[in-house]
């Protein structure tokens, strides 16, 4: 994995639109490395016939986790658990060293694009799939950079993929990355939407994804390689509908038309992005939050508040950026400054033993927080099938950064369980929730996934929790009945019984 893998991601063409401008000027946009120019008349001193380059867009600013993915950190983590980092079957990389892998990711990309077009998902259909996918990206490529109806090769409707090409190979990194919009924007994200409006809770989700293929796919989507920006899913939602209407009334797609079910919607649109992010940081949480019904809060906090915006922040945010927000406490509130002294959460045995009362909150953020009632409310982990991939993605996209809040939760978490016993204390308590082997699957998860964190990693919000549990736990122990409490007991049930059988045995004799 290189560098250009993430990078691609992040560059500018794929999902940004140019228009006429005002002084008169017509800027078409062009695919990189075009040497194409275009006729202008400006009005400042220059004839109609003059030439000029297309205008470039500006790079926009690098992501937070593109120097992780360089780091030999993350080539050290890719490589001692590749399944929680690698892409299994969906490939959003451009590195030319995996033009294999994205052969054989476009097959699961367009059958998934077909089902949702059609409704239908036939291993006959898989020829027709693939050509569906590739006529889709270059008429909704074409609608994105202002060209429809004209395509590259002058032919119309944004110019076909070339004869018997069997997936997006040889196309250039601009549509390859609205290959992989169009599959998040019309196969994944409206599944998972669906899956979501008829479940009751997680669980019925995951039985909406119950094969080993859908697995892959879901935890695919939320690795840190194959992330997109949400200016390239939003530039797809914006022209994906009209570019199926158009591709399936082409002679050549007539059959698709037939087998459609009526005329095509798109369930994943610029007005309702906000609430399909909510739904998908809502399944992807690795805490268990309530369902919330409707609309998804509109504060400005919210990771989803403004996705319809333009600002280059919102635009350039992620999916894993969408749900690493979802999860921690906002900034600007006292708690995002990553400098402090550490404290060290005692280990779950312990705290029951100085009386310290373990209770799970559902708020479904990274958040310790202790009560006057010697009470420790704590985020309730979820172990399901993602578990491990999702809080492994999100412990490597806050590894460039100073504030590293899921990293601190997880190293507490390593803190307050030492061995299985305690693991079953946090389960009894509500504080982990699921696993279908037993406690030892949570304890090996717990215990290994910040092996290549700093440690401690200090987040102020949550030591500062920890610190008042420590100094509660320190003082009860202090106490010699506290601290000695299994002893006392067992000294004390040996006195009564003891006196008991003194009792009896004098009763006896009289």
């Not at 002058?154 to 609205?178: H, T």
């Not at 092996?451 to 949550?462: D, E, K, L, N, R």
Request: proline residues 5%.
């Amino acid at each position: 994995m290189t560098s250009d893998t993430q990078n691609g991601a992040a560059r500018s063409g794929g999902g940004e639109e140019e228009s006429t401008q005002a002084n008169g000027k017509v800027n078409p946009s062009t695919e990189e490395g075009d040497a194409a120019e275009t006729m202008v008349a400006n009005g400042n001193g220059k004839q109609a016939g003059d030439t000029v380059p297309p205008p470039r867009a500006p790079a926009p600013a690098t992501q937070p986790y593109e120097e992780m993915l360089r780091s030999t950190a993350y080539q050290r983590l890719r490589a001692e658990h590749p399944a929680e980092f690698a892409p299994a079957s969906v490939f959003f990389t451009h590195d030319p060293r995996s033009a294999i892998d994205r052969r054989n990711s476009f097959r699961v990309k367009a059958a998934l694009v077909y089902e949702a077009v059609t409704g239908q998902h036939d291993q006959d259909h898989m020829q027709r799939a693939n050509g569906l996918l590739l006529a889709l990206a270059a008429e909704c490529h074409a609608r994105i950079r202002g060209q429809a109806g004209v395509g590259a090769d002058g032919s119309q409707g944004g110019g076909g993929p070339p004869a018997g090409e069997p997936s997006d190979e040889g196309w250039d990194e601009s549509r390859k990355r609205v290959v992989d919009g169009i599959f998040l924007v019309v196969g994944f994200l409206p599944k998972l939407k669906e899956a979501i409006a008829t479940s009751s809770d997680r669980d019925g989700v995951d039985s909406s994804f119950r094969s080993h293929l859908m697995h892959d796919i879901v935890t695919d989507v939320i690795k840190l390689e194959n992330q997109l920006p949400l200016r390239d899913l939003r530039a797809v939602a914006r022209h994906v509908e009209g570019a199926v209407r158009e591709v399936v009334a082409r002679a050549e797609f007539h059959d698709v038309k037939r087998s459609m079910r009526g005329e095509y919607k798109l369930g994943v649109t610029e007005q309702n992005l906000g609430e399909v992010i909510h739904g998908f940081c809502w399944y992807y949480s690795p805490f268990a939050t309530r369902k919330s019904a409707g609309a998804p809060p509109a504060d400005a906090d919210s990771p989803w508040s403004g996705v319809a915006a333009t600002d280059a922040e919102m635009e350039a945010r992620t999916l894993l950026d969408c749900l690493h927000m979802s999860v921690t406490t906002r900034p600007g509130k006292g708690t995002d400054r990553a400098t402090g002294r550490s404290s060290r959460m005692p280990a779950a045995r312990e705290l029951r033993r100085s009386g310290v009362r373990l209770q799970a909150s559902e708020d479904g953020r990274a958040e310790v927080r202790f009560e006057q009632s010697s009470t420790v409310r704590l985020p309730a982990l979820v172990y399901d099938f993602k578990l491990a991939t999702v809080a492994r993605n999100l412990l490597a996209r806050e590894y460039e950064e100073q504030s590293k809040p899921i990293t601190r939760y997880f190293q507490m978490m390593n803190e307050i369980v030492e061995d299985v016993a305690d693991v079953r204390i946090l389960r009894r308590a509500g504080v982990v929730r699921g696993g279908s082997r037993g406690a030892q699957e949570v304890h090996e998860l717990i215990k290994n996934i910040d092996g290549y964190a700093t440690y401690p990693s200090v987040f102020v919000a949550m030591d500062r929790e920890i610190e008042k549990v420590r100094k509660y736990h320190d003082q009860r122990m202090a106490s010699f009945f506290v601290r000695n409490r299994p002893g006392v007991i067992w000294a004390s049930s040996v006195a009564a019984i003891s006196v008991v059988a003194i009792v009896a045995a004098r009763r006896n004799r009289g």
